[in-house]
Every structure is written in C-alpha cells, then in structure tokens.
C-alpha cells in the first residue's frame, strides 16, 4: 500500500548536476526519515543522506558540499553538483512509514534509478 517513486536519474559528464526526486504515497499517515541510498557494482549499498520530519540531515563524508537534500511532505529531493563519476550508481529512496498514528507500516525502499558520470 506504500509506494516510493523515484525520478531524475540518468547520464551527466563529470562536473554536472542531476536532481532526484522520491514521491512517497499510499497508506500513509506520516513518515519519520526519508533518505537516500546508493549502490556501485561490486560494492555495498551505503547512505548518501537522509532528512527527518523535523528538517535534521546527515550525509555521506563523500558528498559532503555536492549534493543537498531536502524535503516537501512526502517528497524527498537530492540536489547533486559537482557530480564525479565515483557517484555512478543506483540510486535508491528509502522511507519508514507510519500507516496510522499506532501502527509502523515498515521500511519501503523505492527500485532505483541509475545515475552515471562519465568523465
């Protein structure tokens, strides 16, 4: 009953920006934490950076300065500059949902979109 869609990946030369976004919809009553994850081949999935409802944020080390995320609601966007082809991976939203004020509908992860930086 949660869906998380995910948009904005897709290729940029070295230096260029992209900006992703996550629509987070379906049986919803709040979300605490929306944040976003990325994946290279051969490589565990790590956080890139999440928000809280209250606005708090936390980044990688890595993207620290280049990219940004913000929040509208239910939406979470990553503003990505200075992209360097270390960035290249799939790109996955993640949210914890409350479907009520007394029930956790779970940990959702949105499918991924690819974002690749070629040099």
């Known amino acids: 009953q949660v869906q998380l869609v995910e948009s904005g990946g897709g290729l940029v030369q070295a230096g260029g920006s992209l900006r992703l976004s996550c629509a987070a919809s379906?049986?919803?009553?709040?979300?605490?934490?929306m944040g976003w994850y990325r994946q290279a081949p051969g490589k565990q999935r790590e956080l890139v950076a999440a928000i809280t409802r209250g606005g708090g944020t936390n980044y990688a080390d890595t993207v620290k300065g280049r990219f940004t995320i913000s929040r509208d609601k239910n939406t979470v966007y990553l503003q990505m500059n200075s992209l360097k082809p270390e960035d290249t991976a799939v790109y996955y939203c993640?949210?914890?949902?409350?479907?009520?004020?007394?029930?956790?509908?779970?940990?959702?992860w949105g499918q991924g979109t690819q974002v690749t930086v070629s040099s």
């Open positions: 993640n949210a914890d949902v409350w479907s009520s004020r007394s029930y956790y509908s779970g940990n959702h």
């Open positions: 379906g049986s919803i009553f709040s979300i605490n934490t």
